[in-house]
């Protein structure tokens, strides 16, 4: 006697059906599916395959990156070398 019973939760859902629209209900589960489906995509990129290959990425990045902050320093201390003399 205390819980809700089928027509109690009919009489809600048209209730709701009228106040915000069939329209905009759809686009509400439409908007709350593909955030799920961003949620499990964010779980599952934790496969080892992808890892790899973000690790291949940023060591290639910071590789280069090194170089040219080699060349910079290469180039400063041969203007430094140039003032001096």
Do not use: Y
């Amino acid at each position: 006697m205390g819980g809700i019973s089928i027509w109690q939760l009919l009489i809600i859902a048209l209730i709701i059906v009228l106040l915000f629209g069939t329209k905009k209900l759809r686009t509400l589960g439409g908007d709350l599916g593909s955030a799920v489906k961003g949620f499990k995509k964010a779980i599952g990129d934790d496969e080892p395959s992808t890892e790899k290959k973000d690790a291949a990425a940023d060591a290639d990045f910071d590789q280069k990156k090194l170089a040219d902050e080699q060349q910079a320093d290469q180039a400063q201390k041969s203007q430094k070398d140039k003032e001096q003399v």
